[in-house]
Nanobody, 122 residues
Framework: QVQLVESGGGLVQTGGSLRLSCAAS????????MGWFRQAPGKEREFVAV????????TYTDSVKGRFTISRDNAKNTVYLQMNSLKPEDTAVYYC???????????????WGQGTQVTVSS
């Protein structure tokens, strides 16, 4: 069982930055691929980024490439999402998720956090 708690969301102006954190419980964190997803008002939840269990591999959705960076610290059981050059269309609830496979499909993930709100004002 893995419990995930996100933090770091908030209100930021266009062009600003935020760093999201996702703290995981349990001693098996380093065996899980970790993903970030987001859900904007009135839209379905979508993939943002994923990092492999070792941290060696990352994948991003096209709309955040060059602006967002996913990273992890297995010693701290934490995954991060550094978000730069934020745009109003990045406004959403951001969720982290843990899964034993690596990929962008939500069905690959077994555990989900409760989400943290990110609002980007224009």
């Amino acid at each position: 069982q893995v419990q995930l708690v996100e933090s770091g969301g908030g209100l930021v102006q266009t062009g600003g930055s935020l760093r999201l954190s996702c703290a995981a419980s349990g001693r098996t964190f380093s065996t899980y691929g970790m993903g970030w997803f987001r859900q904007a008002p009135g839209k379905e939840r979508e993939f943002v980024a994923v990092i492999s269990s070792s941290g060696h591999y990352t994948t991003y959705t096209d709309s955040v490439k060059g602006r967002f960076t996913i990273s992890r610290d297995n010693a701290k059981n934490t995954v991060y999402l550094q978000m730069n050059s934020l745009k109003p269309e990045d406004t959403a609830v951001y969720y982290c998720a843990a899964g034993l496979a690596y990929g962008s499909l939500q069905k690959l993930y077994d555990y989900w956090g409760q989400g943290t709100q990110v609002t980007v004002s224009s």
